[in-house]
């Protein structure tokens, strides 16, 4: 513990001392500006004082050039207000520019930091039991229930290792900007039974039910659809415990699709609710594995079939995640 809380202090003070800098060199320049104003202001008053005392008493246009000189000094006084106005302004929209993408850039690197933490135990934790249930059947003789268990771990871990290459696959094309879609008819009533089904056999011992419309077809990707249906489907699995239902419900309304997926789990918590869709971000409510990358990869791929995606919690206790697809080009009436 003692060895973690140093490694924070240090991780932190480069931070720190990042930030100081930058305040103290803003404060330089706002300080600099200030200065100049007064000196500036200063040398117009020496000069005017200088004038009228040039001017002799005894002119005939003296009230003339009393006026004016001081008209001189009252234009140059503002015409260094307004431009001092000009450079705090240039100075500290250029400051909230640069803080905030620094800022940015500093969350950005502990968030793939963190990130490559998470895909490195996600990658290994599959590897490592796919290795260990075939070692175990490799070398001892085992009865017939308990060959099917340790096959039924390996195929869940497979395919949990199969999902975390599609999202990492997608994102890098996200990223990219070479993600493109494959326009098919889609019977999206199928495509959510076959992956409640598969969720069905890689974890028996949970409760997943089915509310599905039949013959909802649209248009889009299937791949991709099958890649968001199955990120909200394990996001429940994870966040609700094994005697919780989990239910996904698709329902059609007129030129709008509906599909939801309901669970019973922890929830998520109010401050968390706008953040849920970001990229890398994981909820705190609960620790459980993962990348951050589920939620963040179904809005988009929801995005691109022109739908949108929306988290309320459900009653008593859970989250109920709705997709909504509409519009002409997407749905077959």
């Known amino acids: 513990m003692p060895y973690l809380v140093l490694k924070n202090k240090y991780k932190v003070r480069p931070l720190r001392i990042i930030f100081i800098f930058y305040w103290f060199l803003l404060a330089y320049i706002l300080a600099a500006l200030i200065f100049w104003f007064i000196d500036l202001n200063e040398q117009n008053k020496e000069l005017t004082r200088l004038r009228l005392q040039a001017v002799s008493i005894h002119d005939a246009h003296f009230i003339q050039k009393v006026n004016k000189i001081e008209n001189?000094?009252?234009?140059?006084?503002?015409?260094?207000?307004?431009?001092?106005?000009?450079?705090?302004?240039?100075?500290?929209?250029?400051?909230?520019?640069?803080?905030?993408?620094?800022?940015?850039?500093?969350?950005?690197?502990?968030?793939?930091?963190?990130?490559?933490?998470?895909?490195?135990?996600?990658?290994?934790?599959?590897?490592?039991?796919?290795?260990?249930?075939?070692?175990?059947?490799?070398?001892?003789?085992?009865?017939?229930?308990?060959?099917?268990?340790?096959?039924?771990?390996?195929i869940q871990e497979a395919n949990r290792l199969n999902t975390l290459c599609n999202n990492m696959l997608y994102m890098s094309q996200l990223d990219s900007e070479g993600s493109s879609l494959t326009y098919e008819k889609i019977d999206l009533s199928t495509l959510a039974i076959d992956c409640a089904e598969d969720f069905i056999l890689r974890f028996p011992e949970r409760k997943i039910e089915m509310e599905v419309e039949n013959d909802i077809f649209i248009t889009g990707d299937k791949l991709l659809l099958q890649l968001a249906i199955n990120n909200l489907l394990d996001n429940a699995i994870k966040y609700s415990g094994k005697e919780d239902?989990?239910?996904?419900?698709?329902?059609?309304?007129?030129?709008?699709?509906?599909?939801?997926?309901?669970?019973?789990?922890?929830?998520?918590?109010?401050?968390?609710?706008?953040?849920?869709?970001?990229?890398?971000?994981?909820?705190?409510?609960?620790?459980?594995?993962?990348?951050?990358?589920?939620?963040?990869?179904?809005?988009?791929i929801v995005k691109q079939h022109r739908g949108t995606i929306s988290m309320k919690s459900n009653k008593p206790r859970g989250s109920i995640f709705e997709i909504q697809i509409r519009g002409s080009k997407n749905i077959y009436l």
């Open 245 to 300: 239902v989990v239910l996904i419900k698709i329902v059609k309304e007129s030129k709008k699709i509906k599909l939801q997926v309901i669970d019973q789990g922890i929830g998520v918590q109010a401050a968390e609710k706008e953040k849920i869709f970001e990229k890398y971000f994981r909820g705190s409510g609960k620790q459980t594995k993962g990348t951050g990358l589920g939620l963040y990869l179904t809005r988009e």
């Open 72 to 154: 001189d000094e009252k234009r140059k006084t503002a015409q260094y207000i307004s431009e001092g106005i000009t450079f705090l302004l240039m100075i500290l929209a250029g400051a909230v520019y640069v803080f905030r993408i620094i800022k940015k850039q500093l969350v950005q690197s502990e968030q793939q930091k963190n990130f490559m933490m998470a895909i490195s135990h996600e990658l290994k934790t599959p590897i490592a039991v796919t290795k260990l249930n075939l070692e175990t059947m490799q070398i001892r003789k085992l009865e017939y229930g308990q060959q099917q268990k340790l096959i039924r771990s390996t």
